[in-house]
């Protein structure tokens, strides 16, 4: 089993352009989810999917972030006019989806994004 | 909302001796399971422990926990710490609302010779 894949592994964007970064979950899991990890404000959830449709988007900023699920095998998650504010570490997770409490969610090695 | 807190960011440790890694939280939830994820240098975060039954022990690779929902905490121990064992731990909170994961701030634990 590949894993999580996450692409890019790395992303420099200057101020104001668009960023997409590709996450492909483990085959077979229903259950995507995307996480930022900064240092100051550790790991922190943005949104998430289960059979491609969007559960949960509580932790999105509500403005120039998007994310999607077009089919199984891949989500995006796309940010807009980026920020400097917007430098991170993005995780992408997937998991069964087998709504018990213990589901274990899977990571990716996450898209180091730098928005200079 | 729930929150985990880790209160040590930097935790240092010599070889062979034990390491305590403090984990509490909040919720207004009853039902609620409980995740420590290691992250290695460069690398993904990956699971380590979980549980969701009170008062029972969880070990793995060495490492315990036990979820005491009487102290809201799931601190993670291990008697002997090793180099390897240098790296980024989260304690991570699921309650029975949803399928996110609520984090802890992460304790960054080095292991010296």
């Known amino acids: 089993n590949a894993g999580v894949i996450q692409t890019p592994r790395h992303k420099v964007t200057g101020k104001g352009q668009e960023a997409t970064l590709w996450c492909e979950p483990i085959s077979g899991h229903s259950a995507v989810f995307w996480y930022r990890q900064t240092i100051v404000q550790g790991l922190e959830f943005l949104t998430y999917f289960r059979n491609q449709a969007p559960i949960d988007d509580s932790g999105m900023p509500k403005e120039r972030f998007s994310a999607q699920m077009p089919n199984q095998s891949h989500s995006t998650l796309k940010i807009q006019s980026t920020q400097p504010q917007d430098s991170a570490v993005y995780l992408c997770?997937?998991?069964?989806?087998?709504?018990?409490?213990?589901?274990?969610?899977?990571f990716g090695p996450g898209t180091r994004l730098l928005v200079l | 909302g729930d929150s985990v807190t880790q209160t040590e960011g930097l935790v240092t440790v010599t070889e062979g001796l034990p390491v305590k890694l403090n984990c509490t939280y909040q919720?207004?939830?009853?039902?609620?399971?409980f995740f420590w994820y290691v992250q290695y240098l460069n690398e993904a975060p990956q699971v380590l422990l979980k549980?969701?039954?009170?008062?029972k022990r969880t070990e793995h690779q060495g490492f315990h926990a036990t979820l005491h929902k009487s102290s809201s905490s799931f601190h993670l121990q291990k008697s002997s710490a090793q180099l390897s064992d240098s790296a980024l731990y989260y304690c991570?909170?699921?309650?029975?609302?949803?399928?996110?994961?609520?984090f802890g701030g992460g304790t960054r634990l080095t292991v010296r010779p």
């Open positions: 919720t207004t939830y009853l039902t609620i399971a």
């Open positions: 549980s969701s039954t009170d008062n």
């Open positions: 997770a997937s998991s069964l989806g087998s709504w018990g409490l213990q589901d274990t969610q899977y």
């Open positions: 991570a909170l699921n309650n029975n609302a949803g399928a996110k994961l609520t």
